[in-house]
Structures are given as C-alpha cells and as structure tokens.
C-alpha cells in the first residue's frame, strides 16, 4: 500500500502560517480525491480539507478562507497552506484519500499554534 510522509508542521505564535507537505509513495492522479485531515487530542481525526483529481476543493467551515489546499502530481506531492492560525488549530494534520484508504496512514506532522 502507499505511504504518505507529512512533514511541515511545527510551533508558531497565533496569526502565524505554516505550509504542510504529504508526499505519497504512489500515483495521487489515480485518486477521485485527497484530503487532509486533523486529530485533535482527544479527539476523532477529522477531514478539513480535499481537493479532487480536477482540482477543486472544498474545506470545513472553521478554516475556509484561512487553509488552501494543493497538489503536485508530477512531484506526488499535497500542500496544506496555513494562514491566520489560531489555538484551535493546534492537532496532528496527516493526509491520505477523501475517503481515506489510498494509503497507509503516516505519523502526522504536529502543528502548535500557542504564545
């Protein structure tokens, strides 16, 4: 099965912005849809993001406006671009197919958003 490998994650203050990174280990333009999701501790992961083979996206409400998603099928590659963070952000972020499946579930990339 394939492997996903986040990276990009990392501590920032509130209002902050980071750029996540999934790279898969096979062909993501052999996907309906990827998506990039959230566990927050405690908590169930959660997709916030995902974009479709032809290239729309869709987000849960709490970050519309703030996270764009992409991807890069020549470099197998998802990017998460992460504006205006707040507290509530603060999770594991992992990416895999919108429904999951396509991989195996990676470690996550933690992002911390605090003062």
């Known amino acids: 099965q394939v492997q996903l490998v986040e990276s990009g994650g990392g501590l920032v203050q509130p209002g902050g912005s980071l750029r996540l990174s999934c790279a898969a280990s096979?062909?993501?333009?052999?996907?309906?849809?990827m998506g990039w999701y959230r566990q927050v501790s405690g908590k169930q992961r959660e997709l916030v993001a995902a974009?479709?083979?032809?290239?729309?996206?869709s987000y849960v409400e709490f970050v519309k406006g703030r996270f764009t998603m992409s991807r890069d099928f020549a470099k197998n590659t998802l990017y998460l671009q992460m504006n205006s963070l707040n507290a509530e952000d603060t999770a594991v972020y992992y990416c895999?197919?919108?429904?999951?499946?396509?991989?195996?579930w990676g470690q996550g990339t933690q992002v911390t958003v605090s003062s």
């Open positions: 895999n197919s919108a429904p999951p499946g396509f991989g195996h």
């Open positions: 096979g062909s993501i333009f052999s996907v309906n849809a």
């Open positions: 974009i479709t083979r032809g290239g729309s996206t």
